[in-house]
C-alpha cells in the first residue's frame, strides 16, 4: 500500500502555502488516498521548525476514495522547504510533503503568440500588405489567408475593435512549420526570507491558459494612409513604434481571473493623440530592448541566419514536392514561393545564388526581406489590471490571494516577432503587490 498525496488538486514536488496578509489566511486542500484500496488510519505531524501550519485535523481515515484536510500557512517560511508535514500509518513514516510558506505571490506565464497587421512603412490599416515585396512593410497576408483588418478599420475611438488582434491562443491560418501558439501560467513567484522563489506546481493556476482579450491589438497607428487623412478618417491615437499601448487590453487567466485597464472619457476632437485619455491606465510598450543574457539563456533561440536558412529549407521541401506532384499552379505553391522569396535576402549570398540558380526558372526571387530588426530584440509592456475584476477563486490558493485586492501589474515582454509566421514569443506576470514585477 502506498499514499497518494495531492495539494490543491497538485502534485505535492513543489508545493507551496500562501502566508497570511491582512491576517486573511488562505487555506489549501491536501488530498490522502491509498493506491491499492486499503482504508488505512493516518496522522499528519507538522515539523517543529519552519512556518507555522495549522491543519483541520490532524487524524483521518483514508480509502480508495480520497479523503481531504485543509491546511493553511499562519506565519512565512524563511528558506524554501522549511517545513515539512511527514505522513504515518501505525506510527510508521508512510509519506511526506515539504512545504513553503510564501508571501507577495505573482504569476508568471509565457509562451508563443500570434499577431497579424500591417508593419514598418505600411499603412496601420493596410487589410493584406504587399506580398509581391513592391509595396511597404515587412508583413504580408497570403493567398486564402484573411484580411488583417475589418473594412471599418479606423480607431477613431479607443474603444473600437479593429482587427490585428493579439492572439495567444486559437491563431488564424497557421503557416507550415510554424511552432504551435499558447501561452500559459508557468510559475507562481513569492518571497521567501527576502529572496523570491519560483514553484512550477503546487496550484491549479499552474498551466492555466491566458489570454488577452478578443479584440486585443498594439495602437501604434501610423502611418496613416493619405485617402484615410484626406477623408478625415483619423485614429484617436497615435505613436511611435515601440511606445504604443495595448488597446481593448483584458487579461484572463483560464476563466476564472479577468480583468482590464482603467481609461477616461472621449475628449471630443482629439485625433492622433500620444495621450488620449485621462486616466490611462492600459500596458504601454518601454521602448525597443535588445534581450538581456538572463532573458536568452532562459528562452533560447536560433540566430537570425540560422533560423532562415532552416526555414528556407523546409519550406524548399514543400516546393520541390509540390512541382514533382505537378501542382505548380496550386495556391500553396504560390505562397511557398513568396516565403522563400521574403526569406533568400536573410540568408548567407552563396546560399541565396544556389537557390536562385536551382529554382529560378520557377519563380523564385529576392523580395523584401521578411521583418528581422526584432529578432534578439523586445517590447516590454506595463500597465494596470484595474477595471471590470472578475475572479473566482475555487480551489485556488492563489487566486483567494488575488482576491483580496483592487488592481494588478501586468507585465508582458514580446520578443522574436518573425513576419514569416506572424508569430512571436511572450513572457510575463500579473502581480497584485505595489511595486511592479522585475525582469
Not at 167 to 196: D, L, Y
Not at 352 to 380: C, K, M, Y
Request: charged letters at 15%; proline letters at 8%; one cysteine or more.
Amino acid at each position: 500500500m502506498s499514499l497518494l498525496l495531492t495539494l490543491n488538486g497538485s502534485s505535492t514536488l513543489d508545493a507551496f502555502l500562501i502566508a497570511p496578509h491582512n491576517n486573511q489566511v488562505f487555506p489549501s486542500i491536501l488530498g490522502l488516498a491509498t493506491d491499492d484500496g486499503t482504508t488505512v488510519d493516518v496522522e499528519i505531524q507538522v515539523s517543529a521548525q519552519g512556518a507555522g501550519i495549522v491543519l483541520s485535523q490532524t487524524n483521518i481515515t483514508v480509502g480508495s476514495g480520497g479523503s481531504t484536510v485543509s491546511v493553511h500557512a499562519i506565519s512565512p517560511s524563511l528558506v524554501r522547504n522549511d517545513t515539512t508535514l511527514n505522513i504515518l500509518v501505525g506510527g510508521v513514516l508512510e509519506g511526506s510533503i515539504s512545504l513553503t510558506a510564501i508571501s507577495n505571490p505573482r504569476v508568471w506565464f509565457d509562451g508563443r503568440f500570434e499577431v497579424r497587421f500591417a508593419t514598418g512603412q505600411g499603412f496601420y490599416n493596410d487589410p493584406r500588405g504587399n506580398p509581391d515585396g513592391t509595396g511597404r512593410g515587412w508583413m504580408w497576408a497570403l493567398e486564402g489567408e484573411p484580411d488583417f483588418v475589418p473594412a471599418d478599420s479606423v480607431p477613431d475611438r479607443i474603444e473600437k475593435p479593429v482587427g490585428r488582434v493579439i492572439r495567444f491562443h486559437n491563431p488564424v491560418a497557421p503557416r507550415s512549420h510554424v511552432p504551435p501558439i499558447g501561452v500559459f501560467v508557468k510559475a507562481v513567484e513569492g518571497e521567501v526570507g527576502g529572496t523570491k522563489e519560483r514553484f512550477t506546481g503546487g496550484d491549479p493556476m499552474v498551466g492555466a491558459a491566458v489570454n488577452l482579450g478578443p479584440n486585443t491589438y498594439f495602437a501604434s497607428n501610423q502611418p496613416v494612409n493619405p485617402a484615410d487623412r484626406t477623408a478625415g478618417r483619423l485614429p484617436e491615437e497615435r505613436h511611435g513604434d515601440g511606445e504604443q499601448p495595448l488597446a481593448l487590453f483584458q487579461c484572463r487567466l483560464g476563466d476564472q481571473f479577468s480583468g482590464g485597464s482603467k481609461t477616461g472619457a472621449f475628449v471630443p476632437g482629439t485625433t492622433e493623440s500620444q495621450s488620449p485619455r485621462n486616466p490611462d491606465f492600459r500596458p504601454y510598450a518601454q521602448g525597443l530592448t535588445v534581450l538581456s543574457p538572463g532573458e536568452r539563456a532562459a528562452f533560447p533561440f536560433l540566430s537570425l541566419g540560422e533560423f532562415s536558412t532552416q526555414r528556407v529549407n523546409q519550406l524548399l521541401s514543400e516546393f520541390v514536392a509540390l512541382k514533382a506532384a505537378g501542382q505548380t499552379n496550386s495556391v500553396e505553391f504560390r505562397n511557398l514561393r513568396l516565403r522563400i522569396g521574403h526569406l533568400l535576402p536573410l540568408l548567407e549570398q552563396s546560399l541565396q545564388n544556389q537557390i536562385i540558380a536551382d529554382h529560378g526558372p520557377d519563380g523564385v526571387t529576392r523580395l523584401v526581406p521578411s521583418q528581422s530588426f526584432g529578432w534578439g530584440q523586445r517590447e516590454v509592456y506595463r500597465g494596470m489590471i484595474n477595471e471590470s475584476i472578475n475572479i473566482q477563486p475555487n480551489d485556488s490558493s492563489i487566486l483567494s490571494y488575488f482576491s483580496q485586492f483592487p488592481s494588478f501589474h501586468f507585465l508582458c515582454v514580446f520578443f522574436n516577432f518573425h513576419t514569416d509566421e506572424a508569430c512571436g514569443h511572450c513572457y510575463g506576470a500579473v502581480d497584485p503587490s505595489q511595486q511592479p514585477p522585475t525582469l
